[in-house]
């Protein structure tokens, strides 16, 4: 079933079929550039982060339950419910400093990963191993690159081979994407303000409107520096904006933005942070998500 109605929402509170999970998350030691966007996946706090693990270049699946096989990293909503469907009902977040404000938090559900990227190599870099989606066909999954160690100052464009929502392989990136020269952990590399910079998500081809799985991944050049990072596919939900520091902004998707987000059983869920200001190093998010099911 789904919610249809104020009184099924009632009742579905009053029955027990809801959650909430208060989160947190720290950045780390270095700085984050105002324009940039960041994954918080991999940040200490809670839930704990996660480190990619995995088989360089092989798909990775995640969910609530597992995370990443190894840490249970998404911020957990209940389990599966089926045959019931859940929404997100509330979101609320702060920065707990001036140094965390403006800033945009992201809520997506993390598909899996493609880990080990070398970002110091400009040879194709076939990816292997084939997806599980809780999207049918890819429709509105995307793709962000992230750091998993300082890249070099060598720039750089990105390219992809994807297959798209209607089984379509051979698929490219539809313009020249730019990663930012030394990026740091957490850094969506191809994100930012300089020219041929795109993010949170790398740009689909004309037409698509979704990634079922990636082929290769080629660099232009080497980033000269040994450093890798991981592909993450990933279906953006809704997001909340940050404007005041230390004080906690709500979002009510049921009256204020009247979308409430389905969430998938198994949806491994976790903030994309687009900075609007430098962020200071340890800067503090928190928040909480509620959702609803019936």
Known sequence: ??????????????????????WNKITGAAAYTAGRWYETLSL??????TAFPGTA???KTCDE?????????????????STDIKHILNMAAWATAAT?????????????????????????????GTP???????????????????TGAAAHNIALSYTNQSATAGRTLPVTVAATASAIVPHIVHSG??????????PLAQGDTGIQSVQTVTLSAASGTASTAALVLAKPLAQITLGVASLMTEKD?????????????GACLGFLLGAGAAVAASTTFAGQTEFVWG
């Not at 789904?2 to 029955?15: G, K, P, R, T, V």
């Not at 200490?44 to 982060?49: A, E, L, R």
């Not at 998707?253 to 059983?265: A, C, E, F, G, W």
């Open 132 to 150: 599980t989606l809780r999207y049918s066909n890819g429709v509105g999954v995307r793709a962000f690159l992230c750091a998993r160690a300082t």
């Open 193 to 202: 303000t300089a020219a041929n910079n795109y993010g949170p998500f790398l």
């Open 44 to 49: 200490n706090g809670s839930p704990v982060g």
């Open 1 to 22: 079933m789904a919610i249809q109605s104020i009184d099924n929402l009632i009742n579905s509170i009053s029955a027990g079929k809801t959650t909430r999970f208060d």
């Open 253 to 265: 998707l049921l009256n204020q933005i009247p979308s409430l987000p389905q969430v998938k059983d």
């Open 100 to 128: 965390g404000v403006p800033a945009t938090l992201m809520l997506v559900d993390v598909q899996g990963y493609y880990p080990g990227i070398n970002m110091n190599s400009n040879s194709a870099q076939t990816l292997l």
């Open 65 to 81: 339950s597992t995370g990443d096989g190894t840490n249970a990293f998404g911020i957990p909503n209940g389990g599966n419910v």
């Open 57 to 59: 270049l092989t798909w």
